[in-house]
């Protein structure tokens, strides 16, 4: 069966969101946690996937331009990973969305259908987020494996990553890397 890997850029006091409705401390939405090789589909929550969804677009329609959120240009992994993400299918997990722009898009309904897809051939699933869908895989004991970039920041008011979970799960390390400037990556199996 395939996994589903969730994988967040986290400050040290769990946030994965500050005020603005995004990690602002984040310098490069880029997939840094090694898995590109290892997946071939993404899956998202609903609410994640607008903003998604127009960060990603706008850098493939204007690739020297100032990025939506960030205000900055893209940062050269940006550039590869939106390559990559343009060929890749995407799942969004929602009972009410119905159409997308992002190429390749699919929508699942359930858990259930969350469940199917891991059980299709194929590479691992990349679990971007939101939150709440995170937390809810978690409950729902279909999360693999937890990549997480910590960043040397309290970042305050804002999202708690794991505040929507119910249940206790423990980790099991396995990969730690010093990534420097403070940044930590580290990888865990969920048992």
């Known amino acids: 069966m395939r996994k589903l890997i969730a994988a967040m850029k986290l400050s040290v006091d769990g946030k994965c969101e500050g005020t603005a409705g ?27 996937y607008s ?48 159409s997308a722009q ?5 929508f699942l309904r359930s858990i259930d259908q969350v469940v199917a897809l891991k059980r299709e051939p ?7 987020g939101g939150a709440m869908l995170t937390a809810s895989l978690i409950d729902a004991g279909q ?20 505040g929507q979970l119910e249940h206790r799960r423990q980790l099991q390390l396995l990969s730690f890397r010093d ?3 403070g940044r930590f990556r580290m990888s865990y199996g969920l048992a």
Do not use: N
């Open 102 to 106: 992002w190429p390749h898009t699919a």
């Open 22 to 48: 995004f990690a602002d401390w984040v310098e490069a939405w880029s997939e840094d946690y090694g898995l590109t090789d290892r997946i071939d589909a993404c899956l998202l929550g609903a609410r994640m």
């Open 51 to 98: 903003g998604y969804e127009q960060y990603w677009s706008a850098m493939r329609g204007s690739p020297s331009a100032p990025l939506p959120m960030t205000g900055r240009l893209p940062a050269p992994a940006e550039l590869e990973w939106s390559a990559f993400a343009q060929r890749t299918p995407h799942y969004v997990l929602s009972k009410s969305m119905a």
């Open 122 to 128: 194929g590479k691992d699933i990349y679990l971007m």
């Open 179 to 181: 990534l420097g400037a």
């Open 143 to 162: 999360v693999d494996e937890l990549h997480v970039i910590s960043y040397p920041l309290l970042a305050g008011p804002g999202k708690v990553l794991f």
